[in-house]
């Protein structure tokens, strides 16, 4: 398959610039003409060397890891404001490589260039860097080029990542007092328990006065702590390791851990909410950029990062592709909210889900850091508490045998 720079223009009349592979310049022309444009002039690039193709799968291996999101957005402002005034990809590619302060990312623009100059698509050749780009990117990419809309993709995509950088930023600031706190209980409790309650245990049973039971509880406490600490370690690693690794080996794993993350007495809402606003943000570019809505619940699926939420709109899917209008199928799953299903309803009565889709991600953009303050706002003063109660119990557990000692001494 050929690679084509070609110069078209869309309906609005406009010129577009672009690079598409294609069999011949009349499967080209059809290809431009299914995107709604009329092919003007097309150039057939000279294929890539066997050096160049080396140099693409070295590149692949060596820019295969994370690249901080800051440097995507930056990526995703230049690259819509190239694609909007017609630079021809390769060319908004290479100006993006050269302003790209970030080696690795560097090398994965690289990587890409050389992919499309081997006859790959732009959303093709972001697959071939998984570790860079997600499902999510790849996806809207996707949409874009393949409805000609890469300008209006790029630009969902920055505003997309400056609200998932806001919500994190929200939530490092949030929680920055609650960690602070619940660290220095651990190591306050770790360090009662370990080194000064034991102590006080062989003085008490050396001079043989009655214990009570607040002492007799927190003696227990300390003697369960020492004797299990290394399975809290063990617990602990497999929280932060085993439950990643166990999610992706296994969708039963992942459907249980999901449905408990969803269920939590404080959080469960507000891990909903961030799905639900995934799915209706992840919808709403899809079935816009002009994908029919069965293609998009499917690649929404990959989107959402909450496995019941995935299977509902899987069974949603199954229902539209059976006849049901998508807010019909949407009501059979208690998942959804309600302000989901009624602006779904009310878009398909107007003929603009897409829209309607969008101010549901909007409703949840805005509402989100504003839950995300108040659940940790919660969380502040009941730490408080439960340092204080903690080393109040401690402090009164220690202090009444001591009044006992003394009241014997008295006697």
Known sequence: MAVFCYQAID???RNVKGVMSAQSEPDLEEKIKASGMWLLEATMEAPPTASAKAVARKE???AFGKVPRRELIEFCTLMSFQC????PLLQSLEQAGQDCQ???FKRVIGGMQQHIESGLLFYESLEKFPGTFSAHFVSIVR???LSSKLPEAFTDLKEYLEWVEQVLADVRQASLYPAITLAVVSGFGLFLFTFIIPKFVILLEGLKVPIPLLTRIIFGVSDFAKA????????????MIGIPIGRRMSKRFAYAVDYVKIHLPIFGELNLM???SRFAHNLSILYSSGISIIQ???LCQGLIDCVPVEQAVSSVETDVKAGNTVSEAMRKHKIFPPILLRMVTMGEGTGSLDKSLQNVSDYYNEIIPRRIKKVFSFLEPAMTLMLIFMVGAIALSIYLPLISVMSAIGK
């Open 296 to 298: 998009a619940l499917t």
């Open 60 to 62: 692949s291996w060596t």
């Open 274 to 276: 961030l799905a639900m």
């Open 143 to 145: 949409a874009g080029e």
């Open 84 to 87: 909007r005034v017609g630079i």
């Open 102 to 104: 970030y080696p690795r």
């Open 11 to 13: 309906n609005k009349g």
């Open 228 to 239: 299990t600490w290394w399975v809290w370690v063990l617990v602990l690693i497999f929280l």
